[in-house]
């Protein structure tokens, strides 16, 4: 059998193997196969699609991705122990799953993708955000990203302006993404449970970004705003040089305004000034 039909329950593999979830690893096994379908399906159709996935730890959400009949599966995976389970998962789907041992952050995906890819994770807490702010630099290498985050991320990613969970993430996120929460994962259904409710997000890349403006400046005008966010924008960008005020008014921003108030096309706008003026 090729579908992944003969495999061993997954509570039967992590005992075989002494896969205790490590906390160093920011380790939370998702067993129930219920909710690692709904996960899998979160990007759409994935038949004939390369997939990339980060931290499949016993393979859970692995299975259910090569149940979707994609075309080639590609997992980064650094704890060793999981390595034998995983290779027992290939075998077990005709080898459509390939596992890469690497810390996820140092990898270059373009090494080892020969096509643009759907990436869909479980993500370890202790590196979703890098993770995400890494791939969304290389964003024209995939299609989505269905990730997994501790709710408190994932209000940020989807948050709008003017409440409390928008800031840098919400603006990066959003100018070069579609982003929208699918659901909540109480932590209920991992092993360990975590302390915080989990929600998973996708993310379409955009063909271009939402408006015009360079990253890097953007990214400084952004942090710079919310670096003291409770002070009002002609006080915080202060640092930036040159005259504030008029930026501000150029860009259709009250110099009276803070920054979780101004929308991702103002601060867009916004950045593009000031790289004008470096220029």
């Known amino acids: 059998m090729t579908d992944g039909s003969d495999l061993p329950p997954l509570r039967e593999v992590i005992n075989t193997y002494g896969l205790r979830a490590e906390k160093s690893l920011g380790q939370n096994f998702l ?157 209920k259904a991992f092993t360990p449970p975590p302390k915080v409710v989990s929600t998973v997000v996708k993310l379409i890349p955009r063909e271009k970004p939402a408006f015009p403006a360079d990253m890097d400046v953007l990214e400084k005008v952004v942090a710079t705003a919310f670096g003291q966010r409770r002070k009002m924008l002609r006080a915080s960008l202060k640092s930036l040089g040159g005259p504030t005020e008029d930026n501000l008014i150029a860009a259709g921003i009250k110099p009276t305004q803070r920054a979780e108030e101004i929308t991702v096309e103002q601060f867009c706008r916004l950045s593009e000034i000031y790289r004008h003026q470096k220029n």
Not at 123 to 151: E, G
Not at 160 to 181: D, F, H, M, N
């Open 31 to 187: 067993l129930d196969l219920n909710l690692t379908g709904k996960i899998a399906r979160c990007p759409g159709n994935l038949d004939g699609e390369t997939v990339l996935e980060v931290g499949p730890g016993p393979g859970g959400l692995t299975r259910a991705i090569l149940g979707c009949n994609v075309k080639q599966l590609i997992a980064i995976e650094k704890d060793t122990r999981c390595l034998q389970p995983l290779a027992d998962v290939s075998e077990a789907f005709g080898g459509r799953l390939t596992v890469i041992e690497a810390d996820a952050l140092s990898v270059t995906e373009a090494d080892f993708l020969t096509e643009k890819a759907h990436i869909v994770a479980n993500l370890p807490y202790n590196v979703a955000t890098p993770l995400l702010i890494k791939w969304l630099k290389s964003r024209d290498q995939f299609k989505s990203m269905t990730l997994m985050f501790q709710k408190e991320v994932a209000d940020r990613l989807i948050a709008e302006p003017g409440t409390k969970a928008y800031g840098r993430l919400s603006i990066i996120s959003q100018w070069l993404c579609r982003v929208s929460k699918q659901f909540d994962l109480s932590p």
